[in-house]
C-alpha cells in the first residue's frame, strides 16, 4: 500500500470518522490510560528518589534514565516476532503488562546500589518492550488503513490522561503520607507510591483480558519465517523509518533532565516534580487526538518534522536565562506537543508501510532503534552536563535536534517511503 493512500482518509463524515477508528482502539487506549497510571505515579518520584534522595550524579542518571527507555530494546524484537510468528498478539502484550507489573514491586527492595536499581527498571522496561509493538500492530488491524492518524491519536490520548493522572495519584499518596515536601528521608512515601502503582498495574492487566480482541490480519495467511527477518531488514523502507527512530531517540534527551533543569532554575520544592510531568502529561493529552487528526489531512511526514521544531524550540527557551512560571508553562506546553507530534505519528506512519506478515516485528524494529539511540542521548547528555555545564548540555541538544530534523526530512520524504 502506497503511503499518499494513507495520508488521504476516506470520504466520510467527520463523526463517522472517529467511530470507524473501531473498539479494540478504545479498549487498548483504556489499558494504556490505566498502565499509564502506573507507570507515571513512579516515573514522578523516581527522579527525586535517585537523584536528590540518594544522591546520583547527572551522569549516572543519565544511564539510569536512558536504561529506563533504553532496556526495553532487549525484548522489543523478540515480542514482535514472536507475536507475528503465533498471530496472538494480545498474548504478547498481556505478558509484557504482567512483567511490568510484578517489576515494580522490586522497586520496593532496591536500595542505594545503582546496579541493583538498574536491573529493576531493566526487568520493568523489558515488560514494556515486549507489549509495544504488539499493541501498536492490534491497533494498525483494529483501525481502517486511512484513518490511522486518528487510531494512534485517540490511542495515545487515552494513553496521555493516565500520564497526566498518573503524577497526581503519586502527590495525592505523598501526600496522605505527609511527604508533600519530600525529603531524602522520606523513603517509606516512596515506597508507598510503588505499591499503589503495582496494584494500578494489575488492574491494567486485568482490563486487557476482559475487553481486548485479538485480530488476525487476514492478509496475512502464512506465518513468517526465519528469512523473512532478513527481507524485512533489507527493505528500504524498513531501514529508513529505523533510521528515523534512531534520529528521533538521538534527539530526545527525556523529561527528567527538563524536570530537573526547570526546578534548578526556579527552585521548586522536590515535592512538586510530579506537578511538571502533570503539565507535560496534560498538553499531550489535549493535543494528541488533533495531532494524529492533522496527520491523516495534512501528511504524516509534515507533523513528524513539525514535532522537531518543537523540541528545538525547547532546548532554546532552556538555553535562555528566562525564569519564572510563564517559562516554566511554555517549556511544558512544548514538550505535550512534541509527544503529540512524534509519537503515535510515527507509527502510522510506518504501520502500513510494513509487510502484513512482519508488521509488529518491523513495528519493533523501529522502536528497537529509537529506545537505543534514547538509551546513548541520555548518557551523552548527562556526560556533558557533569563535564562542562547545563548550558553546554543544552546546546549540544539543540544541534543534535536541527541536524536530526534535517536527517528525518531525507529518511521518510514520501517518495522515499
Not at 84 to 101: E, M, Q
Request: one cysteine or more; hydrophobic letters at 55%.
Amino acid at each position: 500500500m502506497y503511503l499518499s493512500t494513507v495520508d488521504r482518509p476516506a470520504a466520510t463524515g467527520a463523526g463517522r470518522r472517529w467511530t470507524a477508528i473501531g473498539a479494540n482502539v478504545f479498549a487498548l487506549g483504556l489499558v494504556s490510560l490505566v498502565t499509564d497510571v502506573s507507570a507515571e505515579m513512579v516515573t514522578a518520584v523516581l527522579l527525586a528518589d535517585l537523584v536528590l534522595g540518594l544522591g546520583l550524579t547527572p551522569l549516572a542518571y543519565g544511564a539510569v534514565d536512558g536504561l529506563y527507555t533504553g532496556a526495553t530494546a532487549a525484548l522489543r524484537l523478540a515480542g514482535g516476532w514472536l507475536a507475528d510468528r503465533t498471530r496472538h498478539r494480545k498474548t504478547v502484550a498481556g505478558i509484557g503488562y504482567g512483567v511490568s507489573a510484578i517489576a515494580k514491586l522490586g522497586l520496593l527492595v532496591m536500595g542505594t546500589q545503582t546496579a541493583v536499581i538498574g536491573a529493576v527498571i531493566a526487568a520493568d522496561r523489558m515488560g514494556k518492550g515486549l507489549r509495544t509493538a504488539p499493541r501498536d500492530a492490534l491497533i494498525t488491524l483494529s483501525a481502517p488503513p486511512g484513518l490511522l492518524g486518528r487510531a494512534f491519536g485517540v490511542h495515545r490520548t487515552l494513553d496521555a490522561a493516565g500520564a497526566f493522572l498518573g503524577p497526581l495519584v503519586a502527590l495525592g499518596v505523598l501526600t496522605a503520607t505527609g511527604s508533600a515536601a519530600v525529603t531524602a528521608a522520606s523513603r517509606d512515601a516512596f515506597d508507598a507510591v510503588f505499591v499503589c502503582s503495582c496494584c494500578v498495574a494489575a488492574f491494567g492487566v486485568l482490563l486487557l483480558v476482559l475487553f481486548v480482541k485479538e485480530h488476525r490480519d487476514p492478509l496475512a495467511a502464512r506465518r513468517p519465517r526465519a528469512r523473512d527477518l532478513a527481507a524485512l531488514a533489507a527493505d528500504p523502507r524498513a531501514r529508513r523509518l529505523t533510521a528515523a527512530g534512531c534520529v528521533l531517540g538521538l534527539a530526545t534527551i527525556g523529561d527528567g533532565f527538563v524536570y530537573l533543569l526547570l526546578q534548578r532554575r526556579s527552585g521548586l520544592a522536590i515535592g512538586w516534580f510530579p506537578v511538571l510531568a502533570v503539565g507535560t502529561n496534560l498538553a499531550y493529552l489535549l493535543l494528541a487526538g488533533l495531532a494524529g487528526a492533522t496527520a491523516d489531512r495534512l501528511g504524516r511526514q509534515r507533523v513528524l518534522l513539525g514535532g522537531y521544531v518543537l523540541l528545538a524550540a525547547i532546548y532554546l527557551v532552556l538555553a535562555t536565562p528566562w525564569q519564572g512560571t510563564p517559562m516554566i508553562a511554555l517549556v511544558l506546553l512544548l514538550n505535550g506537543a512534541f509527544y503529540a507530534s512524534t509519537d503515535g505519528v510515527l507509527m502510522a506512519l510506518a504501520g502500513p508501510v510494513l509487510p502484513e506478515t512482519l508488521r509488529t516485528t518491523g513495528l519493533a524494529m523501529i522502536q528497537t532503534g529509537q529506545a537505543v539511540a534514547y538509551l546513548g542521548s541520555s548518557v551523552l547528555f548527562g556526560l556533558v552536563w557533569q563535564t562542562w555545564d547545563t548550558t553546554a548540555a543544552v546546546l549540544v541538544a539543540f544541534t543534535l535536534t536541527l541536524l536530526a530534523g534535517v536527517a528525518t526530512a531525507v529518511l521518510v520524504r514520501p517518495r522515499a517511503i
